[in-house]
């Protein structure tokens, strides 16, 4: 595999964030699903900006963890699908 930018890719998959017009995004971490289409599967692939150490990675990766699964609680008790 060989890295590249992927900035385009995202915006053509619809990837969008709710921001205010003040705010700054500071910390990226991108974590992507790739199909292999020579000989199959699939792969994980993850990216980041550059000068985010792991902790950092680590912190951010847990966090949107706690954020999906409060979202999904909160969808599932509000009867939303």
Do not use: Y
């Not at 017009?21 to 991108?30: A, G, L, R, T």
């Not at 289409?37 to 990675?57: K, M, P, R, Y």
């Amino acid at each position: 595999m060989k890295e590249q930018k992927i900035g385009w890719i995202l915006d053509n998959m619809g990837v969008r964030l709710e921001l205010d017009p003040d705010d700054q995004i500071i910390e990226v971490i991108v974590i992507a699903k790739v199909s292999k289409f020579e000989g199959g599967g699939t792969a994980l692939c993850h990216g980041s900006n550059q000068g985010i150490d792991w902790v950092a990675q680590q912190g951010l990766i847990h966090s949107a963890i706690v954020t999906i699964d409060n979202e999904l609680r909160n969808s599932l008790s509000s009867g939303d699908d």
